[in-house]
C-alpha cells in the first residue's frame, strides 16, 4: 500500500475528520465548505510514548495510532528498522507554504465567508497544516488576473514616480495575506519575486521577442522597484523576509511558453545584483531583508549560478542564499545541491515553487485525486530536505475546477481546488502530502542522520529533532 507517514510521540485530541469523496480510479479528496472541514491537532509528546500519522491512496488522511517505545530484540522481527542518530545534526528547518497570487486570493474569496476562513485556517492555523512561509508576485506573474507591473507609466521613469500597488495586491493578495498572518501561531514569512518589470524597462531581440533584457539604463531602477515594493507592503503591515533577484530568468532561452518574465544571462545578472540590487538593499531600512539568487531551476546551479560568481564574486558580499525550483528536479543529479552546500556552505536554498498538471504531456491540468501527484511532492521534499534545504514552498494554494483563472489560460494543479458554484474546495492528496512536512517540522527543527536498517530498501525518510525536543520521521513508503 502506498503511504506517508510520520511517527512522533502520544497525545490525544478529537479532530473533525475527512469529508471523503472517492475518485473513480483515483484515491479520496476531503471537502470542505461553510459549515465543516477537517482538522488535525497536535500536542508534546509524553516521554517514552509515539503516535503514528498515516496517509494513504486507499483513503487514510492523517490516521492515528497510538503506541510505546519497548526494546527490539534482534532486526529480524521488524520489516523496516530505522536507525536515529538524534545528536548528529544537520540545517535549520525555516518553514513551508505556498504562492499567494492574485489568481488564489481571487479563489478564496470567491466563497462563501466562513468557507473563506476554513481554507484559510486549512493551511496556517495549529489545527491545519501550520504553514509559516508564503511567496508573493511583485506586481503581475503568470497566475494573476490580468497582465500588469508597477508603474507601467509614464514611461522612461527612471525615479518610479508612479509606483503603485494595483487592484489585485489591495483586493486578492493583501486581506488575504494579513488573514493568514493573523491565524498563525508563528511568523509568516514573505518571500517576494519579480516576473517582469514594466515593458519601457527592457529591449527585445529576435531571439528572444516574448521575454526581453533589461535596458542598461535601467539596472538601477530596477533594483528601485523592489526596494519599493518593500516600503509598499510594510505601510500594507506586510514585512517582507527575502526577495528573489528574478522569477526564472533563464527562462526566456528554453521552449517553455513563458508569457511574463524578463531574461538575465549569467554576466548581466551578477551586474545586477553586485552593482545595483545588492547595494540598495543593504544601504537602505530593509537591509535585514534575504536576497536569493536564481529563483529557477535546481540545474541553473551548475549552469548560471557558478558563473555568476566567477563573473562578479561580490555578489556573495549580498546574497542570503538561493531559491530553486521543483520542475526538472528528477532530470537534474541530487549532486547539484550536495556540491553547492561543499563549495558555498555559509549560502541556504529555499524550493519556491512547485506544481503539477504544468506538462504539456499532462492529459488533465486539475486531476481531482490523483495520489501520484501527491507522490511527487513527496519524494521532492524528502530528497530536497536530505541535501540541505531549509523550507520548500508550493505554488498556488488554490485554484478553480479548471487551474485557473489566469489572463494567460495557463493553468495547473493545486493541493486546494475551489468550486464557487458549490461554495466547497476540495482538499487533494497534495494537501495531505504538504502536511506531513509543515504540520510536524515547525521552524527550528533540525535534520538529524536516519538511517533504514531494512533487508531490501522500500522507503524514502526524513527525520528532525524539533524546538520540543521531540523526534520527527516522516517514512514514504512506495
Known amino acids: 500500500m502506498r503511504t506517508l507517514s510520520l511517527i512522533e510521540g502520544q497525545f490525544r485530541a478529537n479532530e473533525k475528520s475527512c469529508a471523503a469523496r472517492q475518485i473513480e480510479e483515483k484515491s479520496v479528496i476531503c471537502v470542505c465548505n461553510s459549515t465543516y472541514c477537517d482538522e488535525l491537532t497536535r500536542e508534546i509528546p509524553q516521554k517514552g510514548h509515539y503516535v503514528t500519522y498515516t496517509s494513504s491512496k486507499t483513503g487514510s488522511r492523517f490516521k492515528k495510532n497510538f503506541g510505546k517505545f519497548k526494546p527490539i530484540r534482534g532486526q529480524e522481527k521488524c520489516k523496516y528498522f530505522f536507525e536515529l542518530h538524534p545528536y548528529k545534526m544537520y ?38 497544516l501550520e504553514y509559516n512561509m508564503l511567496r508573493v508576485p511583485i506586481g503581475g506573474s503568470d497566475f494573476s488576473l490580468s497582465e500588469f507591473a508597477y508603474n507601467e507609466s509614464p514611461i522612461d521613469d527612471y525615479d518610479l514616480t508612479n509606483y503603485t500597488l ?10 488575504i495575506i494579513k488573514r493568514m498572518m493573523d491565524v498563525s501561531k508563528s511568523p509568516v514569512y514573505v518571500i517576494a519575486s519579480t516576473w517582469s518589470p514594466p515593458k519601457w524597462m527592457k529591449y527585445y531581440t529576435d531571439n528572444n521577442p516574448t521575454c526581453g ?27 517582507v523576509w527575502g526577495i528573489t533577484t ?12 513563458a508569457k511574463i518574465c524578463i531574461a ?50 561580490k555578489v556573495l558580499d549580498y546574497i542570503d542564499g538561493l531559491a530553486v525550483h521543483f520542475y526538472f528536479d528528477t532530470s537534474t543529479p541530487v549532486q547539484t545541491l550536495k556540491d553547492l552546500h561543499e563549495r558555498y556552505p555559509e549560502l541556504f536554498v ?44 508550493d505554488w498556488n494554494y488554490c485554484l478553480d475546477t479548471n487551474g485557473g483563472p489566469n489572463w494567460g489560460g495557463s493553468y495547473v494543479d493545486s493541493p486546494i481546488i475551489v468550486d464557487a458554484v458549490k461554495g466547497e474546495f476540495l482538499k487533494q492528496p497534495m494537501f495531505y502530502a504538504m502536511g506531513h512536512f509543515s504540520k510536524f517540522i515547525p521552524r527550528g527543527s533540525r535534520r538529524i542522520r536516519v538511517e533504514e536498517k531494512s533487508s531490501s530498501k522500500g522507503t524514502d525518510e526524513v527525520a528532525f529533532v524539533t524546538p520540543q525536543n521531540t523526534v520527527v520521521l516522516v517514512i514514504y513508503n512506495e
Open 91 to 128: 540545517q535549520t528547518i525555516e518553514g513551508f507554504g505556498a504562492g499567494a497570487t492574485g489568481t488564489a486570493g481571487y479563489n478564496v474569496k470567491s466563497l462563501p465567508r466562513p468557507a473563506q476562513e476554513n481554507l484559510i485556517k486549512s493551511y496556517f492555523s495549529d489545527k491545519g
Open 166 to 175: 494595483s487592484n489585485e495586491d489591495y483586493h486578492y493578495k493583501i486581506p
Open 213 to 239: 533584457f533589461l535596458k542598461n539604463e535601467f539596472y538601477q531602477t530596477y533594483a528601485d522597484y523592489h526596494l519599493k515594493f518593500l516600503e509598499k507592503y510594510a505601510l500594507e503591515g506586510i514585512p
Open 246 to 257: 528574478t522569477n526564472e530568468p533563464t527562462v526566456a532561452f528554453t521552449d517553455i511558453p
Open 264 to 313: 538575465f544571462i549569467a554576466k548581466q545578472m551578477g551586474k545586477f545584483i553586485a552593482e545595483n540590487l545588492g547595494p540598495t538593499i543593504r544601504n537602505s531600512t530593509f537591509k535585514e531583508t534575504k536576497i536569493l539568487a536564481l529563483d529557477d531551476q535546481r540545474y541553473t546551479i551548475t549552469s548560471d549560478f557558478y558563473d555568476i560568481i566567477n563573473n562578479y564574486p
Open 350 to 393: 529555499i524550493a519556491t515553487e512547485a506544481c503539477r498538471g504544468n506538462l504539456p504531456t499532462d492529459e488533465k491540468r486539475v486531476d481531482l485525486g490523483s495520489w501520484e501527484r501527491g507522490e511527487d511532492y513527496i519524494k521532492d521534499i524528502i530528497q530536497d530536505l536530505n541535501n540541505n534545504i531549509i523550507g520548500w514552498m
